[in-house]
């Protein structure tokens, strides 16, 4: 239940971040949007951390610390790439919504995103799509087309 929730959230979330992201677009420049966006989520995430040194049994697994240091963390080039995707996703969306509306751009991004997913979860996590998904993803794909055509 949980997952559903928290998926129901992160997707009510992206519609208003961006659609609002765009709205303050008409008056501030998007280095601006981009600069408050950043530092709110610095702050909310130096918050988390905290939570998770001082009281780590609030929160799941996922969150807790483990014996890795940042240190070793930064060794590995590609943990920077979620930073510069969310950065693209902050700068690309409003941009996005103003030419051709939420709707067509959250459309364009569902499809991407189940293409994608589906391909990561086969190459990177061994999860092997079954029929159903596939269907699954196929119908929705339509759905996007019939959205983008309208």
Known sequence: MLPILLSVIVGLSIVLQNGLNHRISHTLSMGT???ANCIISLALSVGLLL??????EWVPDTFRPTS???????????ILIPGVCGFLIILSMPVAIGKIGVLKVLAIVIAIQLGGGMLWD??????????????????TLAGAWVALSG
């Open 51 to 56: 939570i998770t040194r001082l009281y780590p």
């Open 122 to 139: 086969y190459a990177v996590e061994g999860i092997t799509p079954s029929l159903q998904r596939i269907a699954g993803s196929i119908i």
């Open 68 to 78: 890795s240091t940042l240190s070793q963390a930064m060794s590995r080039w590609w």
């Open 33 to 35: 949007i981009l600069t």
